[in-house]
T-cell receptor, first 108, second 113 residues
Framework: KNEVEQSPQNLTAQEGEFITINCSYSVGISALHWLQQHPGGGIVSLFMLSSGKKKHGRLIATINIQEKHSSLHITASHPRDSAVYICAVMNRDDKIIFGKGTRLHILP | DAGITQSPRHKVTETGTPVTLRCHQTENHRYMYWYRQDPGHGLRLIHYSYGVKDTDKGEVSDGYSVSRSKTEDFLLTLESATSSQTSVYFC????????????FGEGSWLTVV
């Protein structure tokens, strides 16, 4: 079993829809990251969380430490949000463990 | 943007030849990582470093070696490249004092023929 599991693996939605991507992990962590990777492109960090909730524009990330679960929400989704979203955790040994990513496709 | 660059960005090499990928940072971050990204596997850790001359293996370290003689440079070497090492390689940096934010290089596309 992977230490970081994301769901769904693939998601197609219409422009304007509210999007939720989930991440569950099974190890002790010091931080959780949400990353975005556009096709053929680099990887950028969207959020780093150790507790609670963060918001940046239309993106919201939450984490529940007790349940070892995090969610990434996108409000009023847009075709430019189409990308792979990756959940990553930093464990107690300072190693970063990645989920396999969620491929999001927003249709105009 | 964080100052992190990878070189080369694209390389085609023959099986059995040595290959070195370089990751250079200008952020003075302590932690540096090398990952490979393959379809169906996501990002997998090859090796990482927590300081000059301090390195450790990741989950897919076989066939790879690393060196970090300076804070700013982390080298990944394939001693004898194989076709299974065809992949996209990403370098990343992180620092506790920056809140553990992770910064990635733009990737190095390696094809072993």
């Amino acid at each position: 079993k992977n230490e970081v599991e994301q769901s769904p693996q693939n998601l197609t939605a219409q422009e304007g829809e509210f999007i939720t991507i989930n991440c569950s992990y099974s190890v002790g962590i010091s931080a959780l990251h949400w990353l975005q990777q556009h096709p053929g492109g680099g990887i950028v960090s969207l959020f780093m969380l150790s507790s609670g909730k963060k918001k940046h524009g239309r993106l919201i990330a939450t984490i529940n430490i007790q349940e070892k679960h995090s969610s990434l929400h996108i409000t009023a989704s847009h075709p430019r949000d189409s990308a792979v979203y990756i959940c990553a955790v930093m464990n107690r040994d300072d190693k970063i463990i990645f989920g396999k990513g969620t491929r999001l496709h927003i249709l105009p | 943007d964080a100052g992190i660059t990878q070189s080369p960005r694209h390389k085609v090499t023959e099986t059995g030849t040595p290959v070195t990928l370089r990751c250079h940072q200008t952020e003075n971050h302590r932690y540096m990582y090398w990952y490979r990204q393959d379809p169906g596997h996501g990002l997998r850790l090859i090796h990482y470093s927590y300081g000059v001359k301090d390195t450790d293996k990741g989950e897919v370290s076989d066939g790879y070696s690393v060196s970090r003689s300076k804070t700013e440079d982390f080298l990944l070497t394939l001693e004898s490249a194989t076709s299974s090492q065809t992949s996209v390689y990403f370098c990343a940096i992180s620092e506790l004092s920056s809140g553990n934010t992770i910064y990635f290089g733009e990737g190095s596309w390696l094809t072993v023929v």
